[in-house]
């Protein structure tokens, strides 16, 4: 599991493209508000667990940094 301290390492894909755009705009933003070290675009290695919000269209899979 995770503690609130922890970092984690997080990838989203987007399929709204207002999401995208803020993710994009605001990702420093997003990284350091959730202890992100690395906060990318795209599919992320291995077989991490996958977390959808159907609303914003957003999915994405994360691990601890």
Known sequence: ?????DGIELWWTAGDAAT????????RTV?????ATRLEEGEAPGDL????DA????SFRLRKA
């Open 20 to 27: 995208a755009e803020a993710l994009r705009a605001g990702g």
């Open 55 to 58: 609303d914003l269209g957003l």
């Open 49 to 52: 667990p996958e977390f959808t």
């Open 1 to 5: 599991g995770l503690s609130i301290t």
């Open 31 to 35: 990284a350091e508000e959730v202890l």
